[in-house]
Structures are given as structure tokens and as C-alpha cells.
């Protein structure tokens, strides 16, 4: 990381929005701090990021995981239903090399066309998975479940907008939908194969992974 790499990223105004706690003033990237941290002290070689507005997230992670050394990927899926910022491949991959970074592979589908996919289905395992797409209780269990099996054992799950209900007009002020993923993460809660912690700054996320074999007693 060099050091102007948070002035690139925090001085584009569409890069301190959607709830990540970002601000400008004391060059501070909020909860992508811990994105990076988990990154950097997890080692992930491939991380999956569902959703992004303009690529807070898999900008972070890609450049965490540059940081590392270890040439380490994002698989970044995201269908452009918020506008046409992800249509054009072209752009997409310039978008990321202007914050020096290539290792990020956009695919522009749902996580329900990227599940049937071959690259899905012979794909590498994932450590660390970002559920950034759509926000209703359903759309998040399904990105979960879809990665489910290509999990590795300590993989860390991510849910951003995981902690309250919201409205959102993302997709245009006469389609408002409400953010119901709090839902889904209550029913992670009751798993006792599972560790959550809710990290409740900005539109907040949360952290999920599997409870060690020791932590269950056996
Ligand atoms: C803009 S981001 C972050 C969400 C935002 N905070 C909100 O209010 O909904 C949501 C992204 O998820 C993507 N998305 C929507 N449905 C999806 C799906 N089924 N699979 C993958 N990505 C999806 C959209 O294209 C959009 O870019």
C-alpha cells in the first residue's frame, strides 16, 4: 500500500457512501478497515464479494489482498441493477486499475446466474465471502447457501446492511424495497455451529463464521 492510496480511494464522493462509516476529514475508510484488517490477518487466496455500488468493497479487498503477496483474487458478482456503472468490461477493469489493482474478476450476473455456472461449480474454495447485493432476508440467505459448499472451514462471512430495517430507492424512487437481512442474520443467531458478531457503525455489518470444533466441546 502506498501512501496515497486512501486519498484515491476517499476522494471520490460515490466511494464514502452506502453505510460503511467512510469520512473524509480524517481520512477514515471506517468498516473498511476491518474489511482490510480480516483480509490482511486472515490471508484469504480468493475472496468473493456479491453486490457493490462502486466498489468500496472489492477495491478494499483487492488491495488487501495485493498487500498480502500472495496473489490472492476477488470474484466480484454484480448484475448492474442499479444503473450501467458495471456493463461495460472495458470500463469495470479500468475502474479498478485507476486504484492499481487487476485481480478483481467482475462477472455481471445475479448470484443466481453465477450459481449455475461452471466456474461456480468447479470453482476454488472461498475464505472469505462479502453479501453486498441484494438486501432482503431471502436474496441473503441464498448468496450464503450458493457458497456454502466452497467455503472453507474458517472462511469469514460478511453481511453489510445486516442490522436494521431500511428503505432503500436504489433502484429508482418508484421501487422502494426494505432491507430485511437483519432477518436472516437473527436466524444465524440461533445456529450453534456458528460464531456472529454484528459490528453496529453506519448501515453496519456483520461477521459470521464457523464456531471452532474446540469452542463446541467436542
Ligand atoms: C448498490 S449495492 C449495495 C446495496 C445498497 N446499500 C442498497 O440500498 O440496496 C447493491 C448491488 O447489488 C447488486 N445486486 C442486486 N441483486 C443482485 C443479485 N441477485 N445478485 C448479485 N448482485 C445483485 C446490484 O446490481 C447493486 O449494484
Not at 480524517?26 to 490482511?40: C, F, K, P, S, T
Not at 453486490?51 to 490472492?72: H, K, M, T, Y
Not at 459448499?149 to 430507492?169: G, N, Q, W
Request: include cysteine; charge should be negative.
Amino acid at each position: 500500500m502506498d501512501s496515497d492510496w486512501l486519498a484515491r480511494i476517499l476522494g471520490h464522493e460515490e466511494l464514502r457512501g452506502m453505510g460503511h462509516g467512510q469520512r473524509l476529514g480524517d481520512a477514515n475508510i471506517g468498516l473498511g478497515w476491518l474489511y482490510y484488517a480480516l483480509v490482511r490477518v486472515e490471508r484469504p487466496a480468493h475472496a468473493v464479494c456479491i453486490g457493490s455500488w462502486r466498489g468500496f468493497v472489492p477495491i478494499i479487498l483487492a488491495q488487501a489482498l495485493r498487500d498480502n503477496g500472495e496473489g490472492g483474487r476477488v470474484t466480484f458478482i454484480d448484475p448492474s441493477l442499479a444503473d450501467d456503472f458495471w456493463a461495460d468490461p472495458e470500463r469495470t477493469r479500468a475502474w479498478f486499475a485507476s486504484f492499481g489493482l487487476d485481480n478483481v474478476d467482475h462477472h455481471r450476473m445475479t448470484t443466481q446466474q453465477y450459481a449455475e455456472t461452471v466456474e461456480h461449480r468447479n470453482g476454488t474454495s472461498v475464505s472469505m465471502l462479502f453479501v453486498d447485493g441484494f438486501h432482503s432476508a431471502e436474496q441473503a440467505r441464498f448468496d450464503h447457501e450458493a457458497f456454502a459448499s466452497r467455503l472453507t472451514e474458517d472462511a469469514v462471512v460478511l453481511f453489510h446492511d445486516s442490522i436494521r430495517r431500511k428503505t432503500s430507492l436504489i433502484y429508482g424512487e418508484d421501487k422502494p424495497y426494505v432491507h430485511t437481512v437483519h432477518e436472516y442474520i437473527d436466524v444465524l443467531k440461533q445456529r450453534s455451529d456458528l460464531q456472529v458478531m454484528d459490528f453496529a457503525l453506519d448501515s453496519g455489518v456483520t461477521l459470521v463464521r464457523r464456531r471452532a470444533r474446540a469452542a463446541q466441546g467436542g
